[in-house]
């Protein structure tokens, strides 16, 4: 007996996913299911519903902030579920109108044709090491801005730094005798110091946990491998790792399209 697929396209959301189903048969029908919770209890019940004997499905969402756990949610319910970057959803020009209805219907429209590709997914391990990594990377934004925050106001108050490089132990000891009019000015600028200082602890105590997480990972053979080559250290390679995953299963380079910011799967 022929197994019946039907075509489910969700619109995610952080309360609310919105649902589509496409009929298996090319030119079938496309339907709105309905809007349900984002609550696994919910997503069970649509599953059960959708499902029955002699039926399967295939399933896709868009990736966005509410991350994988959708995805392996339904993996372990025993279905089918990919999800795509909404960068590599084909669009129809001059088509801007947008609902969660409308985006529903076209996700499971364009699975049902063949038209998306989905994107390498994470296991909970891998997607950990990755949210260290941008922790870190976080962090170290903090720092670039306190830093410049410190030299603006410097700079507004005429302040010139006679040295030759920044954040040296000679700048800063410089930092600690300046000395302005007003008691508020004066405090103002040591917070701005103790921010830069702060951030700099900060990314520290990340760095120390990624060698740590690094040491411990899966793909720490690879790490080390990468940083053999001249101007790749531990964080960039740990990056480039967490960010892709494994190389080995790209057939060739083309599949790594960085030009967009975007890989897909083998």
Known sequence: MTEAVKYVGLDVHKETIAVAVADGERGGEVRFVG???NEDDAIRKLVK???????????????GPCGYGLHRL????????????PSMM????????????????????????????????PDEAHEAVRDLIRARRSAQDDAIGA??????????????????????????RWLSEQRFDFPHQQLAFEEMQKRVLEAQARVGRLEAAL????????????????????????V???????????????DNPKQLDTSKNRVISA
């Open 49 to 63: 519903r959708l499902t029955g004997p002699g039926v399967t499905l295939n399933v896709c969402y868009e990736a």
């Open 90 to 121: 084909p669009r129809r020009p001059g088509d801007h109108v947008k609902t969660d209805r409308r985006d529903a219907m076209t996700l499971a429209r364009l699975l049902r044709a063949g038209e998306l590709t989905a994107i390498w997914i």
């Open 35 to 37: 809007t349900v919770a």
């Open 211 to 234: 060698t740590e997480a690094v040491d411990a990972w899966c793909f720490a053979p690879l790490v080390r491998n990468l940083q053999v080559l001249r101007g790749i250290r531990l």
């Open 147 to 172: 830093k410049q925050t410190v030299r603006s106001f410097l700079l507004r108050h005429d302040r010139r730094f006679g040295g030759k490089a920044a954040w040296t132990k000679m700048y800063w």
């Open 236 to 250: 960039s390679a740990a990056t480039l790792v967490a960010e892709v995953g494994d190389l080995t299963r790209f």
């Open 74 to 85: 339904l993996t372990k319910l025993g279905q089918n579920c990919i999800v795509i970057a």
